[in-house]
């Protein structure tokens, strides 16, 4: 069982910047592919971005893409998700996930969950 604990979430202003983390217990992190998913109240969960195991694949959502950039450190197991130019469209709360298998864009195809953090933008 893969414990995952996200850091990082809290209020902005719009334009500014955060960055998101997410450290998981497991020390094989690195035979995980990794996402970052958000949702915002009322609507469904969606995703936001995609790591592979070597970090050779990376895939963003088109909201994002431009403005977000994941990355990981598999000597720390973590993953981070720098945000830039927040917009208060981005507020949500903010999800990691591993995935056993190739993960991409479906989040039924992460085996494990963050318990979120929460990101609000401002206008």
Known sequence: QVQLVE????LVQ???SLRLSCTASDRTFSSYAMGWFR???GKEREFVA???RSAGYIYYADSVK???TISRDNAKNTVYLRM???K???TAVYYCAASMGYG????????????GTQVTVSS
């Open 39 to 41: 949702q915002a109240p």
């Open 66 to 68: 431009g403005r977000f």
């Open 7 to 10: 850091s990082g979430g809290g």
């Open 14 to 16: 719009a334009g500014n």
């Open 84 to 86: 830039n130019s927040l």
């Open 88 to 90: 208060p469209e981005d």
């Open 104 to 115: 991409l864009t479906n989040p039924g195809a992460y085996n494990y969950w963050g318990q």
């Open 50 to 52: 995609h790591i592979s």
